[in-house]
Structures are given as C-alpha cells and as structure tokens.
C-alpha cells in the first residue's frame, strides 16, 4: 500500500480555492511591487537642474478655483523655476471632473497669473483627465510653440507615474519634485491626526 505524499483535490472546489488564493497572492506582490517603485522614486535625489524651455506642471485636485495644496505646491515650484531663470515658459495642463467647473490648467494660469507670471509665457491645455492625456496632449503645444525641452513638475509620489507615461511616450523629459514645505507638511500631518 502507497501512502500518498500529498492529498489532492479532486473537487471544483478545491481548484477554485488555490485559484482565489493565488490571485490574491498576486495581487498583493503587485501592490507591493508598485508601492516600491511609488517609494524608490520618491526617495531619489533631485536631479541636477539644467535649464529647459518650459515646465509642465501636472493636474491635481482644483477646489473652485484654488488649487489644492498639493496642486498649488506643485505650481510654487513651476514658479519658482520660472522666476530663476531655468525655465522660459509654463504649461498647465488637466481638464475638470465635472461641468461648470474651472479645469485644473485654468486654476494653474489664474495662480500664476495673480503671482505676477505674464501671460504670454502660460500656455495651457485643458482636455485631459489622467497624467497619460496630460503628457501626450502637451506635446501638442511644445510643437506649436517650438518648445524642444520641458521640465515636469509633480510631486514625488506622483513622479513615478508620470516617468513611466513619458517614457512610453518616447519622449526625452527632465523631471523635477518639489520638497515638501513646512506649510504643506503641516496641512498633511493635520490630515493625519
């Protein structure tokens, strides 16, 4: 007499079983998997600044027409760029969730404008509604205004995300995060608590 080693399942049941464990199993490697990648991003220092023709700041959360706080953090930096010379112009970019609404590039030109940007260096698109339109429909207005170098602007959470659209896109883009400042990191960490 055999002893058997393991015991089988013979049953639809038990076969649905490791099925559903094991797509939870895959499941949870890919959350892991990408939280990692959301981290390591994060985590890189700032690359060197070079000068480009333009930064694009990417779409975030506009509440009426202010832009959130990570939004408008994500505007402070494009201006700081701006204001020291590292870059010629600004590009808004994301459309609105619902109708009626400023979209999220128009809120980004009224902050800038009301900080003294001029409005000949604001360019804006406002169609779309993830980082993938954000990007493929910006370089639309890089050639139609003849902008060969751009800077992305997002925060370092959002920053792996928008490098793997770029690099899918096939374009050569520098990317920037802004730090998180003292006010930011108060207004979160009230969230928090």
């Known amino acids: 007499m055999q002893k058997r080693v393991w015991r089988e399942h013979h049953s639809i049941w038990g076969y649905g079983w490791r099925g559903v464990k094991l797509s939870i199993l895959l499941v949870c490697l890919m959350f892991a998997l990408c939280f990692i990648d959301v981290y ?13 023709d333009a930064a694009v700041i990417l779409g975030a959360a506009a509440w009426d027409k202010r832009p959130s706080p990570v939004f408008r ?3 402070n930096h494009a201006l700081n760029l701006y204001q020291s010379n590292q870059v010629e112009s600004l590009i808004f970019t994301g459309g609105t969730p619902k109708q009626g609404f400023m979209t999220e590039a128009e809120v980004g030109r009224r ?3 009301q900080q003294g940007i001029p409005a000949r260096d604001i360019y804006f698109e406002n ?3 993830d ?11 890089m050639r139609d205004h003849n902008i060969k170098t751009i800077i992305i602007v997002s925060d370092p959470y959002h920053m792996a995300r928008a490098a793997a659209v770029a690099r899918n896109l096939g374009r050569l883009f520098l ?7 003292e ?4 207004w979160w960490n009230g969230l928090k608590n």
């Open 40 to 52: 390591q991003q994060a985590k890189l220092p700032a690359q060197a600044l070079r000068s480009a």
């Open 73 to 75: 953090e994500r505007i």
């Open 111 to 113: 902050y800038a404008l």
């Open 127 to 129: 169609l779309s509604r």
């Open 131 to 141: 980082t993938y339109q954000n990007l493929f429909n910006t370089r639309i207005i």
């Open 175 to 181: 990317f920037h995060c802004w730090r998180v400042s």
């Open 183 to 186: 006010h930011f990191e108060a």
